[in-house]
C-alpha cells in the first residue's frame, strides 16, 4: 500500500487543466461549486440532506427483486453503453453483454450510430466477441452469415442451398439508440423510444461542458463486485476517505467536505481537494475549481465520470451480474490529447490506470464484498444512510420510484421505510 500510496502524491494523480478549459456557464456554475465547498472546508461541514433514510438490507439479497431491477429498470431507460470515442472511426463496433443481453453497437460507413442485438438471425449464435473493433460486416462465425453495420442482412453462404426466404425480414434486431454528449445510449427493450432530452434534462449541459465526444480511450478494464447497489453507493459519498481511503484518495481529498446537486435522476457529488485550504481568502478572480474540486459526475443507474474537467478521466459503470450478490464494472480511462506514443507519458497512464482499478476493486469493491456478507445476517434489519450522504439517498430514492412508477404485475416492488 505504500507504493500505491506514494504514487498518489506523483504521477498517479490527473493532471489538472487550465482553468480556461471551463468558460461561460460552465465556468460559473464551477465558481459557484468553489464558493460552498470553500464555506464548507472554512466551518468543517457537508452538504445535509433533510433526514437520515433507511433502507431494507433485503432489497439487497431478494432475488425476485433482483430480476425485477433489471426489467423494471435496465432494460427501460438509457444506458450509456459506450463512450463516443469507443466508436472512433467509421465501420468501428463495440460488443458487451449487459444484464444477460449481448449487444453491439456500432458506426457504420456515413459515421451514424447503430445498436443490435449481437444475435444472428440464422440460429442464435453470438455474431462479434466482447470488446471493440473495426469491421466492413458483422460476420456469424458459425455459419457465416454477413450483416451490415446498420445491421441488415446482406449475405448468406450458399445461399443457393439454403432455400428462399425474405432476406429484409431477417436483420440484427435493432435497439433504440443515440448519442448525446459524447456517450452513446443505448435501450436494452427493441421498439422503445429514447426522448435523451427528457431523460438528461438539466443534467445535458453538465455533460457537455465535460466535452466527453473530444476525448480519446486508453484503456478499458473490467472488474467483479458485489450487488450492483452495494456498488454504486461508494462513487456517491466522501464521508468514507479518512478511513478507507486513508493511503488512498484521502491524500489529496478531504473527507466528509463534499456538495451535493441533483439533476432529476442523475446527480453530482462534489468534493474539496486539499488544495482548496490554500486558497480560502484568495479573491475569487484567482481561483481555479479544476486545481480545488473534485467531481464525480453520476448518470442514473450508476454511470460515474471523476475527474472531468482534467486531462484524464476514469469512468466505470457497475451493472448487476448474473445473480443478486454479484455486479460487473467496465472502467475506463479517457484522456484530452490523443494517446501518447513516448514511453514515460504512457507510464503514467499505466500507473493512473492501476491506481484506479486498486482503489475501486482493491478498497471499495472488497469492502462492498464485506458489507454484502454483512447484510446477509441481519435479514429484516435496515442500513442507515446519514443526512451527509444525500448521493446516496438521492440514487436510493430513486431506485424505488422508478421501481413503482415502471411496476408491472407479477413484480415485487422494494420495501420502504416511510419517516
Request: charged residues 25%.
Amino acid at each position: 500500500m505504500t507504493e500505491l500510496a506514494d504514487a498518489v502524491q506523483s504521477e498517479a494523480v490527473p493532471a489538472y487543466l487550465p482553468s480556461t478549459v471551463l468558460d461561460g456557464a460552465a465556468r460559473e456554475d464551477a465558481l459557484s461549486m468553489m464558493r460552498r465547498l470553500i464555506a464548507h472546508t472554512r466551518n468543517k461541514t457537508t452538504d445535509q440532506a433533510e433526514s437520515t433514510f433507511e433502507e431494507p438490507v433485503d432489497n439487497y439479497l431478494d432475488e425476485e427483486l433482483f430480476a425485477a431491477e433489471i426489467e423494471l429498470i435496465f432494460k427501460r431507460i438509457p444506458l450509456p453503453l459506450a463512450l463516443s470515442c469507443e466508436l472512433p472511426a467509421k465501420n468501428s463496433y463495440k460488443a458487451i453483454e449487459v444484464v444477460g443481453v449481448p449487444v453491439v453497437m456500432t458506426r457504420d460507413s456515413k459515421g451514424e450510430v447503430h445498436a443490435m442485438l449481437n444475435v444472428c438471425r440464422h440460429r442464435g449464435a453470438l455474431i462479434c466477441q466482447e470488446g471493440t473493433g473495426t469491421s466492413r460486416a458483422l460476420t456469424c462465425p458459425y455459419h457465416a452469415w454477413s450483416y451490415g453495420m446498420d445491421g441488415k442482412l446482406n449475405g448468406v453462404y450458399g445461399e443457393h442451398t439454403f432455400g428462399e426466404f425474405d432476406k429484409s425480414s431477417r436483420g440484427l434486431i435493432t435497439l433504440p439508440v443515440v448519442e448525446k454528449a459524447g456517450l452513446i445510449f443505448v435501450c436494452l427493450t427493441p421498439g422503445l423510444e429514447i426522448d435523451i432530452d427528457s431523460w438528461l434534462g438539466d443534467f445535458t449541459p453538465v455533460l457537455e461542458s465535460l466535452k466527453l465526444d473530444e476525448c480519446h480511450l486508453f484503456s478499458s478494464r473490467m472488474m467483479p463486485g458485489p450487488n450492483w447497489k452495494v456498488a454504486i453507493e461508494g462513487y456517491l459519498e466522501g464521508y468514507h476517505f479518512a478511513s478507507l481511503h486513508k493511503d488512498t484518495v484521502f491524500k489529496t481529498n478531504l473527507s466528509n467536505t463534499a456538495i451535493f446537486d441533483g439533476f432529476g435522476p442523475h446527480e453530482r457529488v462534489s468534493f474539496a481537494l486539499r488544495e482548496i485550504e490554500q486558497h480560502l481568502d484568495d479573491p475569487e478572480e484567482t481561483w481555479d475549481p479544476t486545481a480545488n474540486v473534485g467531481a464525480i459526475n453520476w448518470i442514473f443507474p450508476g454511470f460515474s465520470i471523476a475527474g472531468g474537467w482534467r486531462q484524464r478521466m476514469a469512468i466505470g459503470f457497475p451493472l448487476p451480474g448474473t445473480k443478486v450478490t454479484e455486479s460487473m464494472t467496465e472502467q475506463r480511462i479517457v484522456v484530452r490529447t490523443p494517446i501518447p506514443e513516448d514511453a514515460q507519458e504512457r507510464h503514467e497512464l499505466e500507473v493512473m490506470r492501476d491506481w484506479f482499478y486498486d482503489v475501486t476493486y482493491g478498497e471499495d469493491y472488497i469492502t462492498g464484498y464485506g458489507v454484502q456478507k454483512g447484510v446477509s445476517v441481519t435479514g429484516g434489519k435496515t442500513q442507515i444512510f446519514g443526512r451527509n450522504e444525500p448521493g446516496v439517498q438521492h440514487a436510493h430514492r430513486t431506485i424505488n420510484r422508478l421501481m413503482h412508477e415502471n411496476h408491472r404485475e407479477g413484480y415485487p416492488l422494494p420495501r420502504v421505510i416511510e419517516h
